[in-house]
């Protein structure tokens, strides 16, 4: 059974930064390409970063470019997200996601792309 479970969530000011990390089990986690996404309050889910398995390609909605970035670790079955100069609308539940396929050098930017989802974690940007 796949399980993804982030951490590092939490209060932060804004300009402060945080790094979120995403654990996965269950398979190969290196043959598949990762994202992340968020949910704000009363909003939609939303693609924030991804990155493709061998982690050399990544793509980033626009609203977090040079603030945000994703990278993973393979031997640690483990993605991160470092996020820089947070904003108060960087508010969100942090969902990490594992594609449904196994492509090499391809990310995902779409939620249908992926099939494993974590539980979520909350960060709050304080003005």
């Known amino acids: 059974q796949v399980q993804l479970v982030e951490s590092g969530g939490g209060l932060v000011q804004a300009g402060g930064s945080r790094r979120l990390s995403c654990a996965a089990s269950?398979?190969?986690?290196?043959?598949?390409?990762s994202g992340w996404f968020r949910q704000a309050p009363g909003k939609e889910r939303e693609f924030v970063v991804a990155i493709s398995w061998s982690g050399g390609r990544s793509d980033y909605a626009d609203s977090v470019k040079g603030r945000f970035t994703i990278s993973r670790d393979n031997a640690k079955n483990t993605v991160y997200l470092q996020m820089n100069s947070l904003k108060p609308e960087d508010t969100a539940v942090y969902y990490c996601?594992?594609?449904?396929?196994?492509?090499?050098?391809?990310?995902?930017?779409?939620?249908?792309?992926?099939?494993?989802w974590g539980q979520g974690t909350q960060v709050t940007v304080s003005s």
């Open positions: 996601a594992d594609a449904r396929t196994s492509s090499s050098g391809r990310y995902y930017t779409l939620e249908d792309e992926y099939e494993y």
């Open positions: 269950g398979r190969t986690f290196s043959s598949y390409a």
